[in-house]
């Protein structure tokens, strides 16, 4: 079956290619990426899109992301300047179908968390405590601003190296126990005369995620580890909140968004870019030119 797909890139590249004549288009790996908006230089979006042969629509769209994380860390690279789509909308759409499959997501701002007395005493605590390394509070702050889990994760390691070093400036792989727990510390370090498996020697020396990493959320789990840290070993008492949903908050990169089965009406097209323009002049829920559809047979057989 032949499925077309087409998504949503955000970027502060503009296409311009062959630059002769400022055009805004260019194909690689059977992917076709124009501008969003021909007539807007400002526009922040490129659409990517193509026709994909596949078993099943979850088939044809995993082919298609496959192609862009090849490509758009390149671009990223060459352009010199932002871009993502793990998190854009995206559309596919089955040939002669009457409905697609569609992805949509939007921006939030971010939840805030309370600071109060207790936060307050323990920033109190932490100024007078000649224990912590500065470094670890420059590393920690870095990471709390930071977006991108593996840039996270990379700063949240050098906090606790620097948390950690014993008065030679070595790692004090005791201490890395009683804040971790053996079971982290070995998943992220190793073990003592055997790094090479751990996480966080293979992200620094240049070997990226592999399956096995997708089963836990590290950064989740090293966050509230320190956290117990400071509150069970500093502390004394639970002054910081433990488990907190979403730790890291941050004011950008927030999004929701929801995901189903979408058929045009009145002859409209079955187009990203019209669909996402029906839902910002109407909202999703009264859309005009197009309808959601909730069909498990539909689902099942797409």
């Known amino acids: 079956m032949i499925y077309k797909i087409q998504q949503r890139i955000e970027t502060l590249a503009q296409i311009a290619v062959p630059e002769e004549s400022l055009r805004t288009h260019f194909e690689l790996l059977g992917v076709s990426f124009s501008r969003w908006d021909l007539d807007d230089w400002k526009e922040t979006y490129w659409l990517a899109q193509a026709q994909i042969e596949a078993l099943n629509y979850k088939e044809a769209f995993q082919n298609f992301r496959v192609k ?21 909308p995206f559309l596919i759409h089955k040939r002669d179908a009457s409905e697609a499959f569609f992805r949509f997501t939007y921006d939030r701002g971010g939840t805030g968390l309370m600071f109060m007395q207790n936060e307050l005493t323990a920033l109190i605590g932490l ?21 991108g889990y593996s840039s996270k ?35 992220l370090y190793g073990t003592k005369g055997n790094s090479s498996g ?17 089963k836990k959320d590290y950064l989740y789990l090293v966050h509230n580890q320190i956290i117990s840290y400071f509150n069970d070993s500093l502390f004394h008492e639970k002054l910081i909140h433990e488990n907190v949903v979403n730790p890291q908050r941050h004011s950008f990169g927030n999004k929701e968004g929801s995901r189903f089965f979408i058929r045009a009406t009145g002859g409209s097209a079955l187009n990203l870019k019209d669909i996402l323009s029906d839902i910002k002049e109407n909202d999703i829920y009264n859309m005009k030119k197009y309808e959601s559809v909730h069909d498990d047979a539909l689902a099942a057989n797409y």
């Open 68 to 88: 862009l994380a090849k490509i758009i860390p390149r671009v990223s690279l060459i352009s010199q300047c932002y871009i993502e789509f793990l998190a854009q």
């Open 127 to 147: 100024l007078e405590n000649a224990q912590i390394p500065e470094e670890f509070f420059y590393y920690w702050y870095d990471a709390v601003n930071a977006t």
């Open 153 to 187: 994760l990379l700063l949240m390691f050098s906090a606790i190296e620097a948390l950690v070093k014993d008065t030679e400036g070595k790692k004090d792989r005791t201490k890395l126990e009683l804040i971790l727990g053996t079971d982290l510390k070995v998943a």
């Open 198 to 214: 751990g996480l966080r020697h293979r992200l620094v020396h240049g070997e990226y995620f592999n399956p096995n990493d997708s």
